[in-house]
């Protein structure tokens, strides 16, 4: 089992940054497949980035503006978002998956999911 916790968000303006937690309680952590994913009013949830092994990949929205990193020690994964923009403002929930390969952007084989974190971006 594997329970994760959120912080991080909130507001900012159009060009800022934010930086988002995800603690992770139980015994696996370092090893498996975490990964961000996002949902707008009226949009289907999207997936951002993932992480697995070290080994990082990207929504194409999402790169070179996001960075996910996990701290296995702190058992926290983090995702660092810079130059936001309207069109990212959303809840932000992070997932964790034990499955081999890492499904990365397929939400649906995440079976472990933070409540969810609120991110606004105004213009």
């Known amino acids: 089992q594997v329970q994760l916790v959120q912080s991080g968000g909130g507001s900012v303006q159009a060009g800022g940054s934010l930086r988002l937690s995800c603690a992770a309680s139980g015994s696996y952590f370092s090893g498996i497949c975490m990964g961000w994913f996002r949902q707008a009013p009226g949009k289907e949830r999207e997936w951002v980035a993932a992480?697995?092994?070290?080994?990082?990949r990207y929504a194409d929205s999402a790169k070179g503006r996001f960075t996910i990193s996990q701290d296995n020690v702190k058992k926290t994964l983090y995702m660092e978002m810079n130059s936001l923009q309207p069109e990212d403002s959303a809840s932000y929930y992070c997932a964790a998956s034990l499955r081999y390969p890492c499904p990365i952007d397929k939400a649906a084989e995440y079976s472990y999911w933070g409540q969810g974190t609120q991110v606004t971006v105004s213009s």
């Open positions: 992480i697995a092994r070290g080994f990082t």
